[in-house]
């Protein structure tokens, strides 16, 4: 048995919480707010995320950020990606010596552009970082539906930690050392969800999605290449499984952000109906910034970001893209070996 601190207490950390209680380690649950610890630990129920849910028994919770730090050398963090900085600059202070951390949030932080592992570099260098992604939507995972994922880390020793920690059952850990890709592909997958939702709202047919999604998966690499991601990481679970599960289901609050658009809404109007956070709504100026500012070309994102941002109605910004000019599917500037870093 382990000590594990799980960071973030929406849906997503609800899950992994109860998932590493029931694979009998000590977990605490840190929630913003002391009122959600304290409903958590009265009823065993998450009365905002997952409510209908009941926790492991022996799962607990707090709202105490020093106390959730001080549980364990052993840290889970499931909290919006921009809240991360500010989150991690209150734990810096209590990180004990030997700390391993493993990020289950999917984004690309707005106003440094940078990715997730970059930020924990910087405000807590001394931790062992890891980055668990895939098709895992909390809803099914904390039933226990059959869910597979991948956990990277530049030190194989600390995937290898993970997995063992939290494999098991029905949900199943691969390991990787690709922390680039993994993250490249959290991220990415988030704003092609939004687009697919518009485009089924806008009642295009499974062609139109099934393009966009490859398309989105085209993108994804692009972007990838530009930083130093691997191929094969992207056509595994955290590129095409992830972008699949997140652009197809219903569970996924980035596709329902997309239906909510395409009926009509505005973004404020989207998010009110939603009541959640959908990462790709913020990670898409990210996506977008950072794809200028390294010259690589991603019209979907920028289509999204329109949308989004720009007040141009979807029929417009899928007008556009079809008006683009004939390319080859695969551009031979896509060198993976020899691609450029930043």
């Known amino acids: 048995?382990?000590?594990?601190?799980?960071?973030?207490?929406?849906?997503?950390?609800?899950?992994?919480?109860?998932?590493?209680?029931?694979?009998?380690?000590?977990?605490?649950?840190?929630?913003?707010e002391e009122d959600q610890a304290r409903a958590i630990n009265a009823t065993g129920r998450n009365p905002r995320y997952l409510s209908g849910a009941s926790l492991s028994p022996s799962l607990n919770a707090t709202g105490d950020l020093e106390e959730a730090a001080g549980?364990?050398?052993?840290?889970?963090?499931?909290?919006?990606?921009?809240?991360?900085?500010?989150?991690?600059?209150?734990l810096a202070p209590f990180s004990p010596g030997s700390l391993s951390i493993c990020n289950a949030a999917?984004?690309?932080?707005?106003?440094?552009?940078?990715?997730?592992?970059?930020?924990?570099?910087?405000?807590?260098?001394?931790?062992?970082?890891?980055?668990?992604?895939?098709?895992s939507h909390a809803e099914e995972v904390i039933v226990g539906q059959p869910t597979?994922?991948?956990?990277?880390?530049?030190?194989?020793?600390?995937?290898?930690?993970?997995?063992?920690?939290?494999?098991?059952?029905?949900?199943?850990?691969?390991?990787?050392?690709?922390?680039?890709?993994?993250?490249?592909?959290?991220?990415?997958?988030?704003?092609?969800?939004?687009?697919?939702?518009?485009?089924?709202?806008?009642?295009?047919?499974?062609?139109?999605?099934?393009?966009?999604?490859?398309?989105?998966?085209a993108e994804t690499m692009r972007l990838g290449a530009r930083l130093g991601a691997r191929p094969?990481?992207?056509?595994?679970?955290?590129?095409?499984?992830?972008?699949?599960?997140?652009?197809?289901?219903?569970?996924?609050?980035?596709?329902?952000?997309?239906l909510a658009l395409g009926e009509g809404l505005s973004l404020q109007e989207a998010l009110e109906r939603l009541g959640q956070v959908a990462e790709g709504a913020t990670t898409v100026k990210a996506v977008v910034a950072l794809a200028r500012e390294l010259n690589v070309e991603l019209p979907l994102a920028e289509a999204v970001h329109r949308v989004l941002y720009e007040s141009v109605?979807?029929?417009?910004?899928?007008?556009?893209?079809?008006?683009?000019?004939?390319?080859p599917e695969l551009p031979p500037a896509l060198d993976w070996e020899n691609s450029e870093k930043p």
């Open 71 to 90: 549980h364990s050398e052993r840290w889970i963090l499931a909290i919006p990606t921009q809240a991360i900085r500010e989150v991690l600059n209150r």
């Open 106 to 135: 999917k984004g690309i932080e707005i106003g440094s552009r940078k990715l997730i592992h970059e930020i924990v570099a910087e405000i807590i260098p001394e931790a062992r970082y890891s980055v668990l992604s895939g098709p």
């Open 313 to 327: 109605p979807p029929a417009r910004v899928l007008e556009a893209l079809f008006l683009r000019d004939p390319k």
């Open 1 to 32: 048995m382990e000590s594990i601190t799980v960071f973030g207490a929406g849906s997503w950390g609800t899950a992994l919480a109860d998932l590493a209680a029931k694979r009998g380690h000590d977990v605490i649950l840190w929630c913003r």
């Open 232 to 258: 094969l990481t992207l056509a595994g679970l955290a590129g095409v499984g992830d972008l699949m599960v997140t652009c197809y289901s219903h569970h996924s609050r980035n596709f329902r952000l997309g």
């Open 148 to 217: 597979a994922v991948v956990v990277a880390s530049s030190e194989s020793r600390e995937a290898a930690l993970w997995q063992n920690l939290l494999n098991g059952g029905t949900f199943r850990v691969y390991t990787g050392t690709d922390v680039v890709g993994v993250e490249v592909g959290g991220a990415v997958k988030n704003v092609m969800a939004v687009a697919a939702g518009v485009a089924r709202a806008m009642g295009l047919g499974d062609n139109a999605v099934a393009a966009l999604v490859s398309r989105g998966l």
